[in-house]
């Protein structure tokens, strides 16, 4: 969920916990105990992309988030990060969340969490052009899916 999606009042309070401003390293971050907050504001923090990001990572040097999202929850050995750029395309605020966990069932999320900002864009930018292209040469929507199907799986094939 982007930030402008939020009702005020969650806004109001996912931009007044208590973070660390432009923190280098994890161990900067402050602390917010999530099962404390409201139950809107755990949906909101549940519903941004998760992030895996090395804890050894200096968090200045992380520029590729995308301001328009906003909120970021970051993820590593050390446990869990709400992240709020503030429209920045780095992690300007960072605070750690206490007691958050994620549901291990949902796998999509998971993995979809994972990808890269930059690498999911890419991704999209690809399949798009594609079915521009194959759409312009008069193919159906079942066989361009059907086809991107195909090219996937032999794509994952390749390197499992």
């Given at each position: 969920m982007k930030a402008k999606q939020l009702a005020e009042e969650v806004y109001e309070k996912l931009t007044s916990l208590n973070y660390a401003r432009k923190a280098n390293d994890f161990t900067e971050s402050g602390d917010t105990y999530f099962d404390n907050l409201f139950q809107e504001v755990q949906d909101a923090i549940r519903s941004f992309p998760i992030s895996y990001v090395d804890h050894r990572e200096d968090l200045m040097d992380i520029d590729n988030l995308d301001g328009d999202q906003q909120f970021y929850v970051f993820q590593n050995e050390l446990g869990f990060y709400l992240v709020d750029t503030q429209g920045y395309n780095y992690p300007r605020y960072i605070t750690e969340l206490h007691n958050f966990e994620?549901?291990?069932?949902?796998?999509?999320?998971?993995?979809?969490?994972?990808?890269?900002?930059?690498?999911?864009?890419?991704?999209?930018?690809?399949?798009?052009?594609?079915?521009?292209?194959?759409?312009?040469e008069s193919f159906d929507k079942e066989d361009i899916k059907i086809f991107l199907q195909s090219k996937l799986l032999q794509a994952i094939e390749k390197v499992l």
């Open positions: 994620i549901d291990e069932d949902d796998s999509i999320e998971r993995m979809e969490g994972l990808i890269r900002i930059a690498d999911g864009q890419i991704f999209d930018s690809v399949v798009r052009s594609l079915v521009v292209e194959l759409t312009n």
